[in-house]
């Protein structure tokens, strides 16, 4: 079966769930082995993406990836899985669209039901300033041939009917920047896609495996070279080590020798109980840092900006509910008998610029892909296409060079806070 997913016929499909039988793994469990060409840390979307592709595109197969807990269970399972390309820098917006075109294909290529939905993706404008930021931001886009226009109150309406957007409204809406592109997927789903079908082309998913230290030969920083990592399971060797924790990234590169520009916030988010569909936009406003989608079960999926001080913590807290809650009714005053069924919080690396890390490092062989932010997920397909890129050719693609590590002491920085404060 390797390189290859079985494919089911709609009567094995339906025999198979009626009778119970067991379903073949999405992928196996294997002994540690002492040395592999490539270790990945992390086993989110960009970790499993990188295998992916340094499998299928470049042919590399002896690779592992080690997560300390479970496959998703950090970021990628923490997230609201919202898509979108309609950023502020000509950088950015060519990263992003690169990533919503391998998503648009992904179910395809990786032969597994990502679940996918175009809804389109609304940025409320509530004063003149963000009205002004809104337009700047579709010209950039249009030239960048991203599909984005500002839209005034009555389009608003046309597309969410139960949204406030009359003059009384204590924040009036002004307008919203229109991505039609954007939308919403199912991250459980790209995870183990990416999973399935990495380990049938022959990469190796260690779960339960947290990372100790990184072996680095020759010196620290300057003139040193990665030789391997530590494991709760045991040394393995590597020439190429990459770090793809996301939130945990500091901490990892700081094994290595390697100090990055990336302090670690809380995301908090919630849901709701499944109601009647009527919500086809995500709808997001910078002023009330607020978001709202919903999925295809029902459920309004809300979210905020980051947690105001830097922590570690993934608990949820009632100061973010109410806050949350306010400001949601103040866009939909109709949801106000909605209940909340869960909240959740997530790790954020947040860099200076709101822009990522990506490529090699001053260690040899010691490669990142950190500093997501809020916008981690929307990233997963085209970083891991561009860092296997990387990796297998020994060059920085010309879509990541922009995100270099460098770029902090040389001063060219990548500003996307315009786009990415709030996160969605």
């Known amino acids: 079966m390797k390189g290859k997913a079985p494919r089911y016929s709609a009567w094995s499909l339906a025999r198979r769930g009626v009778s119970g039988a067991d379903w073949p793994r999405a992928f196996r469990a294997h002994e540690l082995q002492p040395t592999y060409d490539v270790i990945i840390i992390g086993g989110g979307v960009h970790g499993l993406a990188t295998a992916h592709y340094l499998a299928a595109n470049h042919g590399i197969t002896n690779v592992a990836v080690l997560e300390k807990g479970y496959i998703g269970g950090g970021g990628s399972g923490r997230n609201t899985a919202i898509l979108r390309s309609n950023y502020l820098t000509p950088e950015g917006i060519a990263f992003y669209d690169r990533s919503l075109t391998l998503y648009r294909h992904l179910a395809a290529d990786l032969n597994f039901n990502v679940m996918f939905s175009r809804r389109g993706h609304l940025t409320l ?50 307008g919203a920047l229109w991505h039609p592109p954007g939308g919403i997927i199912r991250h459980d789903a790209v995870v183990w896609g990416y999973a399935r079908s990495a380990d049938r082309r022959g990469v190796h998913i260690h779960q339960n495996t947290e990372v100790t230290g990184i072996d680095v030969a020759g010196g620290r ?23 793809a924790t996301a939130g945990w990234s500091s901490l990892i590169s700081d094994m290595a020798g390697v100090a990055m520009p990336v302090h670690t916030f809380p995301l908090q988010a919630a849901v709701t109980e499944p109601v009647q569909p009527f919500l086809e936009p995500v ?47 103040e866009l939909m005053p109709s949801l106000h008998s909605l209940r909340l069924l869960r909240q959740w919080a997530g790790l954020c690396d947040m860099t200076p610029d709101y822009s990522p890390i990506m490529g090699p490092t001053p260690v040899d062989g010691f490669y990142v892909d950190v500093g997501w932010g809020t916008y981690g997920f929307k990233a997963g397909p085209v970083s891991g296409e561009q860092m296997a890129a990387c990796i297998a050719t020994g060059t920085t693609p010309e879509l990541i060079a922009p995100f270099a590590l460098s770029r902090f002491a040389a001063g060219h920085l990548v500003g996307e806070k315009g786009a990415a404060a709030v996160g969605h």
Request: glycine share 10%; no cysteine.
């Open 221 to 243: 920083v300057t003139g040193g070279r990665v030789t391997g990592v530590r494991t709760t399971r045991g040394p393995v060797s590597a020439p190429v080590v990459v770090n």
């Open 283 to 329: 709808v997001v406003s910078g002023t009330l840092h607020v978001y709202v989608s919903q999925t295809d079960r029902g459920e309004l999926v809300f979210g905020a900006s980051v947690d105001p001080f830097a922590s570690y913590s993934t608990r949820g807290s009632l100061e973010f509910i109410e806050g949350l809650a306010g400001h949601v009714l």
């Open 125 to 174: 404008a509530h004063n003149d300033a963000s009205l002004r930021t809104m337009r700047w931001r579709a010209e950039v886009n249009k030239l960048s041939g991203v599909d984005s226009e500002v839209i005034d109150p009555s389009e608003i309406a046309a597309l969410v009917p139960r949204m406030d957007v009359s003059a009384d409204a204590r924040y009036p809406i002004l």
